[in-house]
């Protein structure tokens, strides 16, 4: 009778059991696999497929990963089978050979990241070894290690190997060594190696990853040290198979990370981008999922469009979408203080037109509307002073302090609505270039001299014209007619920021005027 020892050893993490023949052994199959009560499944499968005498060579040096009973049957379940449908697939014995090494390699010699090719060449293998001790063959866990034989060694597996392309392999295939490199400090190639998974990867490029680490001030080995890479790197990821054909303009959809969303632009151009990174090579497919290049990576932070759309700006946010400027506001690594019109304001509007939300949305000029209500940097309220601001769009906005903050006409309900790349405050209309007289098509062209004025104004090149002096809250100072070069008194006003507004022949035009 064969006198047996049991030794009980920690690595990993995990407390294992496993024994030791103190008489000399023979291989693998006859010593581990055979006798094992967890692994009938794996002995019918080597037997069936004329395998046996490969793992019982004495000349062998061999690392098997066996996949315990339990596996096998999580697989046939998976594939709506049974482990008698596992034993009639036509590349049984390729899967088989993918679970074997032609080197022993015992459980100490494990680093993260390996990958190392089986005597399957269908594909390789990767390896985890996880911080906590814990080590991954692609996506199964090995649960336990260093069964030896006189020609090598066994560690058992929680899961069957596939020899499948995967989302993983593109990556590794295709020169995105940054990014591969950060899936394995992460530990994710587990989730992303697991072939009966359904991804969507969004991959961004080397040069991507060099751009993020010139904009962090760090070297790209420093990203990968960021806390919240894998959240980062997950952000990048959807639970789902999305090909290019599949994408709709202004889709918001949910990654692996919970974070933040994904925002979609699909432009009229064609031209797809992913928040603010533009997809630069699409539908690279792989047996779980698909793959689509980006050339900037996306950052899970809360930005001035998740400002809106996550505080029920829902006209805005279509306003953005239809006009193709979510990438630009998406952007985390720009700065914008947005002047935000309610839902309310929008209806307001297209009253005012005598049209509704969808001719608001079908105006030529939408873009430029939209950048009207964005200012580049972030302005705090506190930091707000009247007079004319520099908008996105290239015109400028008229800031009023007195009796509350007005921009142009518009009252700012809410103010300082922070996001990571700015702030956001809301207006109870949406603001236009012809209430300062923008429009050329209808203008009276005048000229206000000196502007700015301490005490009095000429006005140049108007004739018969009626002049109204108000400020921005609507309140009229001076109205009189007009002649060319005629003077205005502005001694009676308070030093601010007013509007001068001419009336000829049915022409209205405005300018801003400073009293100082």
């Not at 499948?164 to 530990?187: K, S």
């Not at 918001?252 to 064609?270: E, F, Y």
């Not at 998740?306 to 006009?323: E, M, Q, R, W």
Request: no cysteine.
């Amino acid at each position: 009778m064969k006198k047996l020892k049991f030794y009980a050893f920690t690595l990993f993490g995990a407390s294992m059991l496993f024994s030791s023949a103190i008489h000399a052994q023979t291989n693998v199959f006859d010593d581990v696999i055979a006798p094992s009560p967890n692994h009938t499944y794996l002995e019918a499968a080597l037997i069936q497929e004329g395998l046996v005498g490969a793992l019982q060579n004495p000349n062998a040096t061999l690392t098997v990963f066996a996949p315990d009973d339990q596996a096998f049957t999580n697989l046939a379940t998976a594939l709506g089978t049974n482990v008698a449908g596992l034993l009639a697939l036509p590349n049984l014995d390729d899967i088989l050979l993918y679970h074997v090494l032609g080197t022993t390699v015992p459980s100490a010699a494990v680093t993260n990241g390996a990958i190392v090719q089986p005597l399957s060449p269908t594909n390789t293998l990767k390896i985890t070894a996880t911080a906590s001790g814990n080590v991954f063959i692609n996506q199964a866990q090995v649960t336990t290690v260093d069964l030896t034989a006189a020609n090598g060694v066994v560690h058992v597996t929680n899961g069957v190997l596939l020899p499948a392309e995967t989302v993983a392999d593109v990556a590794i295939d295709n020169g995105f060594n940054t990014l591969v490199t950060a899936v394995v400090t992460a530990e994710l190639l587990p989730a992303l190696t697991n072939p009966l998974s359904n991804l969507t990867v969004f991959a961004p490029t080397d040069a991507a990853f060099q751009d993020l680490a010139d904009e962090l001030g760090v070297p790209v080995a420093g990203l990968l040290a960021l806390p919240q890479l894998s959240d980062i790197l997950l952000y990048h990821v959807l639970g789902s198979e999305v090909p290019s054909a599949a994408v709709s303009n202004g889709a918001i959809v949910q990654p692996l990370s919970n974070i933040n969303t994904l925002k979609m632009t699909l432009t009229g151009a064609g031209d797809v981008f992913v928040n603010q990174a533009e997809v630069t090579a699409v539908d690279i497919t792989a047996d779980n999922g698909v793959v689509h290049v980006l050339d900037a990576v996306v950052l899970p932070l809360e930005t001035v469009a998740d400002v809106a759309i996550d505080n029920g700006f829902s006209t805005l946010v279509t306003a953005v979408v239809t006009a193709e400027l979510l990438p630009a506001l998406s952007d985390p690594f720009s700065e914008y203080t947005v002047f935000a019109p309610t839902n309310q304001a929008f209806t307001n509007l297209a009253t005012a037109l005598n049209t509704d939300l969808n001719g608001i949305l079908a105006l030529p000029n939408l873009a430029d509307i939209l950048l009207y209500h964005v200012v580049g940097g972030t302005v705090l309220s506190t930091q707000l002073t009247a007079g004319p601001v520099a908008t996105l769009e290239g015109s400028d906005v008229i800031v009023s302090l007195s009796g509350g903050v007005k921009i142009n006409d518009a009252n700012v309900t809410i103010a300082d609505v922070g996001a990571d790349n700015g702030v956001v405050h809301v207006l109870d209309k949406v603001i236009l270039e012809s209430y300062l007289g923008i429009n050329e098509a209808n203008k009276a062209n005048f000229e206000l001299y000196p502007n700015p004025s301490n005490g009095s104004v000429s006005i140049n090149g108007i004739d018969n014209a009626e002049v109204i002096v108000s400020d921005f809250s609507g309140k009229t100072f001076l109205n009189q007619n007009v002649n060319n070069n005629t003077s205005l008194d502005l001694n009676g006003l308070s030093n601010g920021t007013y509007l001068v507004t001419i009336v000829q022949n049915g022409n209205r035009s405005v300018q801003t005027l400073v009293k100082f």
